[in-house]
Nanobody, 122 residues
């Protein structure tokens, strides 16, 4: 199983970026796919998650209304559209796959990507 994130980079405050998570070795339709982030010195936190089979989505309060998670089953890929970015969104972003529900805790996710850095700065 492999999850590969892409799309990170440097973006100005108020800007947008779309992260992609391409999966191989598993069919995302049978998993819940989460996006987590971790900044230096902080715990890894779940930003968003989607139960791919029925499209149910979850968001952390800090990103609700600004971030949108989606999936493209044909491409076996999950996306995180990030709008109205703030400096506090600066972090390393990971995608992860859970076998059943959108769990809160990182330990409940079976597979992880290597992550991609998003830096929000002027």
């Amino acid at each position: 199983v492999k999850l590969v994130e892409s799309g990170g980079g440097l973006v100005q405050p108020g800007g947008s970026v779309r992260l992609s998570c391409a999966a191989s070795g598993l069919d995302i339709e049978y998993y819940s796919m989460g996006w987590f982030r971790q900044a230096p010195g902080k715990e890894r936190e779940r930003v968003s998650c989607i139960i791919v089979s029925d499209g149910t989505t979850y968001y952390a309060g800090s990103v609700r209304g600004r971030f949108t998670i989606s999936s493209d089953n044909a491409k076996n890929t999950v996306y995180l559209q990030m709008n109205s970015l703030k400096p506090e969104d600066t972090s390393f972003y990971f995608c992860a796959a859970a076998r059943e529900w959108c769990e809160d805790e990182p330990d409940d996710y079976a597979y992880w990507g290597q992550g991609t850095q998003v830096t929000v700065s002027s």
